[in-house]
């Protein structure tokens, strides 16, 4: 099946998936079954299986899933069997919190370059990186054929930072401005706004 014809929701839920088949091989267990998978992620066991189909055949009737199989086989699915390399623009509070967070290279991906415009953090370092001033964004990066990009600028000035990443070779990019951004339909966009996802949840709390 081709990738564009797996709904996005299935997407967004298999590294759910990955992180969970983890958590039972750190707690020793070799096989699980689409109903227990299901309780741990409050799903029903159809709901798995139905995903899962959209990528063939997993497990065995009465014998559930070799954990490790499928969480090889879901990583190569999310491309996971790499070390994905991305660039980040802005380094205010966000940026600064996201280059001395180590969960990033735990899972796979390397922050290689961070740029500002700011005289305060140009030529600091955050984590292991110097910070690099924006105005070499093009000469700097453009030739490392990174995919993905992280934007956490503000709002008024991520459009033009999203361009200049595309026009890069920029393939993904996490955007944490608040703002919706215009990309190429080649091009992914996955928004980081906290503030919606609070503003979501009040409305449950009358």
């Known amino acids: 099946m081709k990738s564009n014809d797996v709904p996005e929701i299935v997407i967004s839920r298999l590294p759910l998936y990955v992180q969970t088949l983890n958590q039972l091989l750190r707690e020793g267990k070799s096989v699980v079954s689409s109903s ?10 159809s709901q798995i299986r139905r995903d899962l189909s959209h990528f063939g055949g997993f497990g065995k009737q009465g014998t559930g899933y070799d954990i490790i ?24 509070h966000v940026g600064q919190a996201l280059l001395n967070y180590d969960g990033f290279s735990r899972k796979g991906f390397e922050i290689i370059a961070a740029f500002d415009e700011s005289p305060k953090v140009i030529g600091k370092k955050f984590g292991n990186l110097e910070v690099k001033n924006i105005d070499q964004l093009e000469s700097e990066f ?24 595309v026009n890069c070779g920029i393939r993904a990019i996490l955007n944490y401005a608040p703002t919706a951004l215009e990309v190429p339909e080649d091009v992914q966009v996955s928004n980081i706004d906290p503030v919606l996802k609070l503003q979501k949840m009040t409305y449950y709390l009358k």
């Open 36 to 45: 227990e998978l299901g309780d741990r992620l409050k799903m029903t066991s």
């Open 69 to 92: 199989s499928l969480m090889e086989t879901l990583r190569n699915i999310l491309n996971l069997n790499q070390i994905w390399q991305v660039v980040l623009v802005g380094v205010g």
């Open 142 to 165: 453009c030739i490392l054929k990174v995919d993905i990009g992280a934007i956490t600028v503000p709002a008024e000035n991520a459009q033009a930072v999203c361009d200049r990443l």
